[in-house]
């Protein structure tokens, strides 16, 4: 098991409005999950999503199946 910490990235779509989310997708390779955490409180919880699970979450948005913000 890797003890790597998390490096965490918003997406470059992000404004600075603070409703944003960071991901560490570097974990995938050794973890096949991705880490995923509030970005306005960084020591907060993370969730463990599936890489599987993000994939396809990240397809939806891509796709428009959750409409606009």
């Known amino acids: 098991m890797t003890t790597d910490s998390p490096r965490w990235y918003k997406s ?4 600075n409005g ?5 991901v560490a997708a570097h974990h995938i390779a050794s973890r096949g999950t991705v880490p995923v955490r509030d970005s306005k409180n ?3 919880p ?14 939806g948005v891509k ?6 913000v």
């Open 63 to 68: 796709s428009g199946e959750f409409g606009t």
């Open 12 to 15: 470059s779509y992000s404004g």
């Open 46 to 59: 993370m969730l463990n999503v599936s890489a599987a699970s993000f994939a396809s979450f990240v397809a």
């Open 18 to 22: 603070g409703q944003c989310v960071e």
């Open 42 to 44: 960084p020591s907060g």
